[in-house]
């Protein structure tokens, strides 16, 4: 009685060439895309600190205009319930009495104060900084010693615009005594870092409390 084996047909060189080859593509493709993905998140992280500075600065100026005070002050533009001012060296300085104090937050937020923003620029490197002042206040008195905090290091750029109650345009420069400006405008500009550009971006806040307090 005759055995009948049948042939065990294995792979070919060029089938196991073949499937390693495409496996390398596989593998190449998903590295690749590891990397990107790996970049962008880095490149996100990196920017995270200076957008969240961003938002919380926005968002504290954003309830403190909401409350603008304008109390009757004597003494000159010094005391002018709301000023804005530019210079051509990139320096400004925003300046204004509100009800609601909002960044440290705390019982300080429940009365008045006279805020300012300052922007300065170091003269050798160029670099600007963002410092804001607040001094407590009690109707038309002060009641307490300006204190600072350090907002953003290492700009190359910050701008802040205001639009007079008409909004016919942005100004750099505003100074009113009794009429509050309708909207703010604010532009930011970081530092190129290795390999992440600069960071560019802009907003708006609407002044959306029109009505004067008198003390």
Known sequence: MGCNLSAKKG?????ILLAMLIASILILGLHFAYQQAHRIWLSAESRRPVYHNARVII??????LSCLY????EGGDANTPFVLSALPDGTAELAFYTLNPS?????????????????TRDEDSGEITVERFEQ???GEKAIGKEHSDVLFKGLTNFKIWAAEPE?????ESYDAKDRPPRAIKI????????????????????VSCQTIFKS
């Open 11 to 15: 792979f070919t060189l060029i089938e």
């Open 59 to 64: 968002e504290t100026l954003r309830q403190e």
């Open 70 to 73: 304008f109390p009757q002050i």
């Open 103 to 119: 960044w440290a937050g705390g019982i300080k937020s429940s009365r008045m104060a006279r805020v300012r923003y300052s922007v």
């Open 136 to 138: 407590p206040f009690s």
């Open 167 to 171: 909004f016919t345009e942005w100004k």
């Open 187 to 206: 532009a930011v500009k970081t530092k190129a870092a290795a390999d992440i550009p600069e960071i560019d971006f802009q907003t708006s806040i609407l």
